[in-house]
């Protein structure tokens, strides 16, 4: 027990390691396209990490976290040109508005619980994108719209040029995401997160122990729509651009399969998930590229496919791994 | 207020009704017998009216991309051949699925339930897309749909696709009940929809039966799919839109009742129709959202909807 323990928290540190290093040497390995490419998929950790919040610790599985995510992107687009508020204050208030659209959702699911608060969830992913071209002034409707503001790297910023630029994006984006990791492992492991797993595993006795159901769902909801939005207002950093066509219900499905592929319930778990969602997408498009490999070559494409991958993903670990990549290891531990 | 554009909206609306009747039918089925909601229902139904569409155009690659090509016969069916085949597909999937994919997880969780659903939803629709490309695709109607091919009441114009969705659904639902009522199998599911332990101990086989159940479903899902195929335009997200109208329709008449779901099904038809055309701000894009909101008010209000039953939950 202990033994194990010690070598999957060692294991954790190489790990940890490995990434720090390969954080850090990407930006001098790449181009500006592939840069960006790195930080929308360093940035999109976020959004699994909005799911692990609900699903994982809040036990309250939501299929519509692609919904939030537009709600950043937009809200950051709409503050950024047309209120022409500085970047920050935009970034910021647009993840805030993704949360408290978040907390408006997670009024009902006080009532609404389990499979048919996922049907919600999916329903609410459905809708997204025709309610988004009902409103063009901010979304651009159909075609979407471009944002005018960019942004670019400061005057202290060492070196110049579009390089520079792409490079300080990344690195804000990657001192975001460890930020925001940080303060959610706080947040799980403070009081906070442990009224919320109790209300995960039976919230009435959570209640009988004096846990606020009302406030700790509705905060809960919040806090996870606020890190999906944030991943939206990153995106528009790195992209200046919003459209609804980016926010398909698959979208939404495929933030949701990689939360529980990488495992629920635990931090780690959110990064895992993207980073499998990476390496088989980059195995599938190299593969893909290979001609004359017959049927086996169109099994690779479709490993290109992340709602392929991650669907399929989604079915074999339920039954393999229940708890996901992160609980391989810990198997002794009892299964939700 | 102009009656007969009322009821010739109507009369429109009771297309689409009878296909979330259908498809809320085949919810209905499986959340009786197993309290899962699938939400894969409309990407496996999409798939069979791919089938039907490949059996309907014959050995041509272009049209039939990958995979399938080969298992296709020389000869291009008749339309109501092909639908047929499309549901008989459609219903040895869902067995499978249930057998393959349900059984094994033994009553899981439902995050499990939900995993297994959201992956075959996920899953199904990307291979859909790499098989045949996710431009629409021209279905041909199973009826006659041509100016002029309609009755005239009070004014009003009734299609023969109508009264043909509609008499279709209603036969089937007569067989339905036929075989639930008059046969063993019929006795067995529901001695299982009602308590799968009991029906045990009594010397049900509880496996096959649910099985049934399953085939069951996805043949009425395959049939909402072929017979809606040729209004939508046939692609592999058809049935996404479709499937938020039928678990709308299945929450109203009460997720667990057969008879609800037909009834939530012509109430959810009537209001895509006629709430888009009384409220402006929805339109035709967003009619979508007042199904998502009955959904809502239902599940806060009333979770049992109209004929369902109540569940009572022991803490």
Known sequence: ?336 | MDYVLLLQRIFDALFNSAIYSSLALALVIIFRATGLLNFAQGEMATFTAYIAFVLLSGPQPRLTGGGLAGLIPGVPFSIPLAIIGAVVCGMAAGAATERALIRPLGGASDLALVNITIGLLLATNSLMAQWWGTGPRFFPSIFPTGAGQHFVILGARLRYSTVGVWAILLSVLVLLVLLLRHTRAGLAFRAVSISPSNAELVGVRVGPTLMYGWALASGFGALAACLSANSVLLEPSMMLRVLVYAFAAATLGGLDSPKGALVGGLIIGLSQTLIPAYVPFIGFELSVLPALLAMVVILLIRPAGLYGTKRIERV
């Open chain 1, 1 to 336: 027990m202990i033994t194990s323990e010690r070598r999957v928290s060692r294991l954790s540190a190489v790990g940890i390691a490995l990434l720090g290093v390969a954080l850090f040497v990407i930006p001098f390995l790449t181009t500006t396209t592939s840069l960006r490419q790195a930080s929308q998929i360093i940035v999109s950790v976020l959004a699994v990490l909005g799911v692990n919040i609900a699903t994982g610790y809040g036990g309250m599985i939501s299929l519509g976290h692609g919904v939030f995510v537009g709600i950043g992107a937009f809200a950051t687009g709409y503050y950024v040109s047309d209120l022409s508020l500085p970047w920050l204050v935009a970034i910021v208030l647009g993840a805030t508005t993704a949360g408290v659209s978040g907390a408006l959702v997670g009024l009902p699911a006080l009532r609404i619980k389990g499979i048919h608060l996922a049907l919600v969830t999916l329903g609410l992913a459905i809708v997204f994108r025709p309610l988004s071209k009902r409103f063009p002034s901010i979304t651009g409707g159909v075609s979407g719209r471009s944002i005018e503001a960019r942004f670019d790297a400061p005057g202290w910023w060492p070196g110049d040029g579009r390089m520079a630029s792409s490079v300080y994006r990344y690195v804000f984006c990657v001192l975001v995401v460890l930020v925001a990791l940080w303060a959610t492992w706080n947040v799980v492991n403070s009081r906070f997160g442990r009224s919320m797993r109790a209300l995960r595993d039976n919230d009435t006795a959570a209640a009988v122990y004096g846990v606020d159901l009302v406030a700790a769902r509705v905060t809960t909801f919040a806090l996870s729509a606020g890190l999906a939005g944030l991943c939206g207002a990153l995106q528009v950093v790195l992209v200046p651009f919003v459209s609804q066509d980016k926010f398909p219900a698959q979208e939404s499905l495929i933030i949701y399969a990689s939360a529980v592929v990488g495992g629920l319930g635990t931090i780690w778990g959110s990064v895992l998930g993207v980073i499998a969602r990476t390496v088989v997408g980059k195995v599938g498009s190299l593969a893909a590229g290979f001609d004359g490999l017959g049927p086996i070559g169109e099994f690779f494409s479709l490993l290109d496919e992340p709602a392929f991958v991650f669907g399929f993903g989604l079915i074999l670990l339920t039954f393999l791994f229940p708890r996901g990549l992160a609980g391989i290891r810990r198997k002794d531990q009892p299964s939700q």
